[in-house]
């Protein structure tokens, strides 16, 4: 199972771009990134999943760069309703992957 | 969208009773997943099945056991309670490997 790292937590403004990186040095051949997050006494929720490169959808960008060992999670924008913990799964299938020590985003007015 | 149903939402129990946490997954989904959450802890991956299958096994005490039944519900059965088993217990499912959708969770509280 590859190890993820992230910071534990981060400090932000409204309208500010949010940017958090998750380091996975044994990345393996087949595995995917995906990120989800989760706000208090709630059940993680599915932000974006990608394998290489770029990938956008109307919430988030990842990005991943050519040797797969890193992914950024970019928010745009943020909002105090951003304010969650955020957390980067790697995996080749569900069941291959693991919650870690995420990161707690603070959003602040 | 019809979601994950987790029932109880919330369940107290004693030290040494046993406690059934229900799971139902969304429509035509194939694969359940069970997690616990401790007070300021990450999700930990308890146990999952696939087509009524266990498929996974992750960090579940041998005092707790599920399964997946042929209408694909699931239930965590967990018995001789202690205290540190109060978490939150959450349900997800998921058609074949993609997304996890997540249940609002079971709040167990053991006094």
């Known amino acids: 199972l590859a190890k993820t790292t992230q910071p534990i937590s981060m400090d932000s403004y409204e309208g500010q771009e949010v940017n958090i990186t998750c380091s996975h040095n044994?990345?393996?051949?087949?595995?995917?990134i995906t990120w989800y997050q989760q706000f208090p006494s709630q059940g993680p929720r599915f932000i974006i999943q990608?394998?290489?490169t770029k990938v956008t959808n109307e919430v988030a960008s990842l990005f991943i760069p050519a040797d797969r060992k890193s992914s950024t999670l970019s928010l745009p924008r943020v909002s105090l309703s951003d304010t969650a913990v955020y957390y980067c799964?790697?995996?080749?299938?569900?069941?291959?992957?693991?919650f870690g020590a995420g990161t707690r985003l603070t959003v602040k007015p | 969208a019809a979601g994950v149903i987790q029932s109880p939402r919330h369940l107290i129990k004693e030290k040494r009773e046993t406690a059934t946490l229900k799971c139902y997954p969304i429509?035509?989904?194939?694969?359940v997943y069970w997690y616990q959450q401790g007070p300021g802890q990450d999700p930990q991956f308890l146990i999952s099945?696939?087509?009524?299958?266990?498929?996974d096994k992750g960090s579940i005490p041998d005092r707790f056991s599920a399964q997946q039944f042929s209408d694909y519900h699931s239930e965590l059965n967990m018995s001789s309670l202690e205290l540190g088993d109060s978490a939150l217990y959450f349900c997800?499912?998921?058609?074949?490997?993609?997304?996890?959708?997540f249940g609002p969770g079971t709040r167990l509280t053991v006094t």
């Open positions: 997800a499912s998921s058609l074949e490997s993609y997304e996890q959708y």
């Open positions: 099945f696939y087509e009524k299958m266990q498929s």
């Open positions: 799964l790697v995996g080749a299938y569900n069941n291959d992957m693991r």
């Open positions: 990608g394998y290489k």
């Open positions: 044994n990345i393996a051949t087949n595995d995917y």
């Open positions: 429509p035509r989904h194939d694969t």
